[in-house]
Every structure is written in C-alpha cells, then in structure tokens.
C-alpha cells in the first residue's frame, strides 16, 4: 500500500511570505504529526492530530498551524517565513488512537523548505 | 521532559564487522521505542518497534534491545554492508505526548568496503 505522501517535495520561499505544506498519510491511519529537522536542532516535534484534533503541541511559535482533514491529510501551515525556517520538514502518521499508543511511526519524504 | 541521547555520534567501520549503536532516555515511562534509518536528504524509514513490555524485537541482521529500568536501547547490526551506511535514530514515544517522539540527534554510520 501507499505510503506517507509528502508535497512538495522542494520549496524556496522569501522572508515573509507564508507556506502550506501538505501530507497524506498511509490509508487506515489517522494521526498525522510533524516534525522540523535541522541540522542544528535534528528532530523536533511541531505538533500531532487525530480525528481533525489537535492532540499535542511542540515549542513553536503561532507563525507555525497546522490542520487535519476528514480524509485524514494533514496540512501546516509557516506564516511571515524567517531565514531560520528553513529546514526538512517531515510528516509521520500512525494508527493513533486511545490507549493504542503503541503504534509505529511511518514517515513520508520530507518538503525541504528554503527561506532566502 | 524526555531527553534521548545517542552514542556514538559518528561511527566507521569495515565491511563485515558487528556493531552497536546506543540510545539512552532520561524518562523511563515510555510507551515504545522506534529505530529509524535515514539516508541524506531523505525520510525516515522505520526499522524496528519495541513496545514498552518487550525486551527486544528482530529484523534480519538487525537485533534492538529495550531496557526501561536503565533508559537503554541498543541496536545491533550483524555482519554490516556498504549499504548499511546512513544516520540511524531513535526515538522514544511516552506518557501522555500523543503522537510525540523525541529524537536523539543520531548516530552517522559509514561502512566501507
């Protein structure tokens, strides 16, 4: 089966202008979370949804959103882009669901964000 | 707060040989423990789910480990190859973070021919 689907793949962007990026995660599943990756700070969790809910933020700033959909995509969303932004961005989704937190994480590609 | 720490950071070694590769983890109420390879500029993939009640779990030439009550992890890989090379990372997933793993930052492996 399919597995998580990440676009774009690539994006170069300006200083504030603001980005969306999309995931789809594998079918059947229904948590969504994201994930920034530099190489400064590796991996950090920006934040999870299951079911269109916000479960669990990370340490961001409200320039970074985030959404789920009926279908279970996941859009977030970089509002007034700073240089500091750039980075891998990667989405990962799981079964998800109460207590089932034993799931394993499935990662999709990666939309590599540059911010000049 | 979980914090993963992972050693070495950078490890070579020749084609063939068994290796370790350690992870430890500061809070001990994890729910699981995930192993991941990424290759440059890529995803990760998953390589291997320890749930929080088992002891270790295999896959192929790879062996991980899980030990609660210390905060260890270790993956073992038998017999590495050239095509082994890549940055592995593990992750722990606990408490009431739905949906978080935190990461250490990795260790590069490069096995040359």
């Known amino acids: 089966k399919a597995g998580v689907t990440q676009t774009p793949r690539y994006l170069i962007k300006t200083r504030g202008q603001q980005v969306t990026l999309s995931c789809s995660p594998i079918?059947?599943?229904?948590?969504v979370s994201w994930y920034q990756q530099t190489p400064g700070q590796g991996l950090q969790f920006l934040f999870e949804?299951?079911?269109?809910?916000?479960?669990n933020k990370g340490n961001f700033p409200g320039r970074f959103s985030g959404r789920q959909f009926s279908n279970s995509r996941s859009e977030m969303n970089v509002s007034t882009l700073e240089l500091g932004d750039s980075a891998l961005y990667l989405c990962?989704?799981?079964?998800?669901?109460?207590?089932?937190?034993?799931?394993?994480?499935?990662f999709g590609q990666g939309t590599r964000l540059t911010v000049v | 707060k979980q914090e993963v720490t992972q050693i070495p950071a950078a490890l070579s070694v020749p084609e063939g040989e068994n290796l370790v590769l350690n992870c430890s983890f500061t809070?001990?109420?994890?729910?699981?423990l995930q192993w991941f390879r990424q290759d440059p500029g890529k995803g990760l993939t998953s390589l291997l789910l320890?749930?929080?009640?088992?002891r270790e779990q295999t896959s192929g030439r790879l062996n991980a480990s899980l030990d609660k009550s210390s905060g260890r992890s270790t993956l073992y890989i038998a017999a590495s190859q050239p095509g082994d090379s890549a940055t592995y990372l593990c992750?722990?997933?606990?408490?009431?973070?739905?949906?978080?793993?935190?990461f250490g930052q990795g260790t590069i492996l490069t096995v040359h021919p």
């Open positions: 990962a989704s799981s079964l998800g669901g109460w207590p089932i937190l034993n799931t394993e994480a499935f």
């Open positions: 079918s059947g599943h229904r948590s």
């Open positions: 949804y299951f079911s269109e809910t916000q479960r």
């Open positions: 809070d001990s109420a994890i729910y699981n």
């Open positions: 320890i749930q929080s009640s088992q």
């Open positions: 992750a722990a997933a606990g408490g009431t973070s739905y949906g978080k793993l935190t």
